[in-house]
């Protein structure tokens, strides 16, 4: 006779499942950097995107191929015609043996304006098929100061419970503790390659120890780029700025109601009694059906959060920029001392 207490293996495993362990390192290969660079700078300076394919190994997520969307000059029938040629891509990489699992995408930016609303819903669109994929971002107008401007981002399971709800009024956010740079989190990037092509990249080491590359680092000319950060910033600024005047009418009329409230409170007071005087039943202190006790909607800080998050990524790019200048201004006059 079976004894009824032995459970079979899919009982078990649905009883306890494990559990995921954090996404630690976004693992590359060259091949891969290389074809997201050509990809970019091609159509630089319009923006595109492709798709991620690779294995999700525990705490690491390995990206070994990926592939760009067509880019279109109509918009009809875009959405329709870039998921038949993802469908269309992968069976054509199923068919040769080539990992054609989804582990995320990536797309190219200008100046690092890419945390905006859009690439949040396209994080939740791939969030509801797949429980963790990254965006690859890169910056071709970035890279060409001397900075491999490649990342790896992903939202943060705080964030993306807050977006599932719509809530981002200011008590939610500080019951969940979230700030504007809880929004993103920045992976590791790793470079993998095979050790045939590692060998091949030594073979192809030049044996001079000075290039004219090695000079071209030390171009001094850093004007556009700060110039078109700059821009960028005071925009933001002004964004930002309208931001604040939407809260500051809304804490306005939150006080005015408020008062409203108090002076109607203090007449129905008065009048109950009257009323309690007279001997006559008591009105109720609230009235559903007035106006004035209709709650205010509070703006949503989504915006201001990507505007602040944008911002300090701005800074951040004039800082390291400007700390090369100096360093670049330092060298040449030591070079031409000497």
């Known amino acids: 006779m079976a004894n009824p207490t032995v459970r079979s293996f899919l009982q ?23 074809k997201i660079i050509k990809h970019c700078k091609e159509f630089s300076p319009a923006l595109v995107t492709g798709q ?14 990926c592939f760009p969307f067509p880019v279109r000059d109509e918009e009809e029938e875009i959405e329709a015609d870039g998921a038949n040629y993802q469908l269309e891509m992968m069976r054509c990489l199923r068919e040769v043996n080539v990992d054609n699992n989804t582990v995320g995408w990536y797309q190219s930016t200008l100046l690092g304006s890419f945390q905006t609303v859009e690439l949040i819903e396209t994080f939740m669109n791939y969030q509801e098929n797949i429980k963790r994929c990254v965006c690859i971002t890169y910056d071709p107008s970035r890279s060409n100061q001397g900075v491999l401007a490649l990342k790896a981002l992903k939202l943060s399971d705080a964030f993306m419970d807050l977006y599932r ?15 504007w740079v809880d929004i993103f989190e920045e992976i590791p990037i790793k470079v993998s390659n095979s050790a045939l092509v590692s060998a091949f990249m030594t073979e192809l080491e030049a044996d001079t120890p000075v290039t004219q590359c090695d000079y071209d680092r030390l171009q001094l ?17 002004d964004d930002l700025s309208m931001e604040q005047q939407k809260f500051q009418f809304y804490y306005r009329n939150l006080s005015r109601q408020q008062a409203q ?20 039943e008591l009105l109720p202190e609230e009235d559903p059906t007035n106006p004035i006790f209709k709650p205010v909607p509070e703006p949503s800080r989504l915006d201001s959060y990507l505007i602040t998050n944008q911002i300090s990524n701005y800074c951040n790019q004039i800082n390291g920029v400007t700390g090369q200048s100096f360093s670049r201004l330092y060298l040449t006059k030591a070079l031409h001392e000497n």
């Open 12 to 34: 078990v495993a649905a009883t306890t499942e494990e559990v995921a362990p954090p996404l630690r390192v976004v693992q590359m290969e060259g091949l891969v950097i290389l």
């Open 165 to 179: 709800n719509s809530n981002f009024s200011g008590e939610k956010l500080r019951e969940k503790n979230l700030s």
């Open 52 to 65: 991620l394919l690779g294995l999700d190994v525990g705490s690491v997520l390995e990206v070994t191929n």
């Open 261 to 280: 409230q108090q002076t109607w409170l203090q007449k129905r007071r008065a009048e109950n009694m009257a009323r309690k005087a007279a001997g006559e």
């Open 221 to 237: 000319s850093t004007n556009p780029f700060l110039e078109r950060n700059v821009e960028f910033l005071i925009e933001c600024m």
